[in-house]
Each structure stands twice: as C-alpha cells, then as structure tokens.
C-alpha cells in the first residue's frame, strides 16, 4: 500500500504546470515588466512589497510537469512567487493582479485597479465587500 504525502498550504497559484510558469515569463518579457508587487490584501491591506526583477527561474516539484515559479530581485533576494498575490502596474498606473490577467481564477482578497507608493503603501485598494 502506498501513501502519498503532500504540501498543503493556502497558496493558491503557487505551483503551476509548465505553460503557465511559460506564459508568465512571457507575459513579464513582452510587457517589459521591470517590476512588480507582492501584496496579500487578506493578511496586510495597507502595504505591498514592490520587487525589482533581476531573473525568473522555476523549479520542477517532481510531479508531473508542475513547478513553482520564483523571482530574484535587484537586490539579491529569491522570493517564491504566488501568482494570486502577485500584482503588474498596467500603462494607467493602477495595479492588477497577474493571476487574473493571465486569466487564471485566484481570489487576492481585493479589486484590481489600486495604486501603490515608491515606499508599498497601498491607496484605493477594495478589499472584497469593504473598502480598506
């Protein structure tokens, strides 16, 4: 009898199959997305964490085609990357979460269409029925 052991976590987008990790790197490449916003309205509504990308690798989790998708940043640091908590400043300047985008169902716990300060504090956000 075998019994299969998994990693269960409120990550919602975090391990992803292959085309999805590839059409996210493409979509950061042909936008040239420099960029971008790790914010988790559930757990920290007034601020976000904004990222300088330096690279984007994957890493295979040994089932199937499954991966999880990490970032480096300009300033050294390798973060794993949540595409539902993931969010891309479009040409108005209002964020957007990248999940959604890519067309993926993912649930941020707010609207998309906030701003964010150079220092991540976060304005106009909605989080979900009430306004933060």
């Known amino acids: 009898m075998m019994i299969g052991i998994f990693d ?3 990550e919602q987008l975090a391990t992803l199959p292959k085309r999805t990790t590839d059409e996210f790197i493409e979509y950061i490449s042909t936008q040239k997305i420099e960029q971008l916003a790790i914010y988790d309205a559930c757990e920290s509504p007034k601020k976000a964490k904004l ?29 794993k990357i949540d595409l539902a908590y993931l969010f891309a400043a479009e040409k108005d300047g ?27 504090k976060v304005k106009g956000a909605i989080k979900l029925d009430d306004e933060l």
């Open 94 to 120: 209002k964020y957007y979460n990248v999940g959604r985008i890519l067309g993926m169902y993912c649930y941020p716990c707010v609207e998309d269409g906030f701003t964010i300060t150079n220092k991540g």
């Open 51 to 79: 990222i300088k990308i330096k690279n984007i690798y994957t890493e295979s989790t040994g089932i199937r085609d499954l991966q999880r998708l990490y970032i480096e940043t300009s300033e050294g640091e390798n973060i």
């Open 8 to 10: 269960i976590s409120a």
